[in-house]
T-cell receptor
Framework: QKEVEQDPGPLSVPEGAIVSLNCTYS??????FMWYRQYSRKGPELLMY????GNKEDGRFTAQVDKSSKYISLFIRDSQPSDSATYLC??????????FGAGTTVTVRA | GAVVSQHPSWVICKSGTSVKIECRSL??????MFWYRQFPKQSLMLMAT?????????EQGVEKDKFLINHASLTLSTLTVTSAHPEDSSFYIC?????????FGPGTRLTVL
């Protein structure tokens, strides 16, 4: 069983729709939870970072963490074609080592 | 924000040769850097932790004699793929913990013929 599970998609939505992404994990030692965006053949860029259960909002992005269920989510409101990318969840203990999900490829149709 | 660079961005080599990939933190010092490998349509997998002034630590299943890591200074780590084979073809990405987050390099695409 992988430490971090993420549905690879692909996911296709019309412009303006809400994109919903999620990951589950098995290791309760994970303390920090992140979402990265990766464009083709580029390094990942950090979108959201949380370390406690609950919601965190940043513009059109909302990250949710439920530690009791070992489940994290990312929501993108009012999606734009420029949001088309692969979204990776990642998590770590307290040592900066990141365990990544498989990544979900998202396409926002104009 | 903080920047991590990698060089080269793309390299093609013949089977059996060695390839060196550089990872630099451009505006901050990094005593630790991480090397990841990403196969097509797969996630990033941590290969090793590069430590300035000491030996690298490798994740389970990663051959330390094949993937040589040298953390020469507080801003430079190198990954050398020795005796490369076609199955080593992949996207190699480094990262460095910076202020408040971990910063990733743009990646190096290695193709071994």
């Amino acid at each position: 069983q992988k430490e971090v599970e993420q549905d690879p998609g692909p996911l296709s939505v019309p412009e303006g729709a809400i994109v919903s992404l999620n990951c589950t994990y098995s290791n309760s030692a994970f303390q920090y939870f992140m979402w990265y965006r990766q464009y083709s053949r580029k390094g990942p860029e950090l979108l959201m970072y949380t370390y406690s259960s609950g919601n965190k909002e940043d513009g059109r992005f909302t990250a949710q963490v439920d530690k009791s269920s070992k489940y994290i989510s990312l929501f993108i409101r009012d999606s734009q074609p420029s949001d088309s990318a692969t979204y990776l969840c990642a998590m770590s203990r307290n040592d900066y080592k990141l365990s990544f999900g498989a990544g979900t490829t998202v396409t926002v149709r104009a | 924000g903080a920047v991590v660079s990698q060089h080269p961005s793309w390299v093609i080599c013949k089977s059996g040769t060695s390839v060196k990939i550089e990872c630099r933190s451009l505006d901050f010092q990094a005593t630790t850097m991480f090397w990841y490998r990403q196969f097509p349509k797969q996630s990033l997998m941590l290969m090793a932790t590069s430590n300035e002034g000491s030996k690298a630590t490798y994740e389970q299943g990663v051959e330390k004699d094949k993937f040589l890591i040298n953390h020469a200074s507080l801003t430079l780590s190198t990954l050398t793929v020795t005796s490369a084979h076609p199955e080593d073809s992949s996207f190699y990405i480094c990262s460095a913990p910076g202020p408040n987050e971990q910063f990733f390099g743009p990646g190096t695409r290695l193709t071994v013929l």
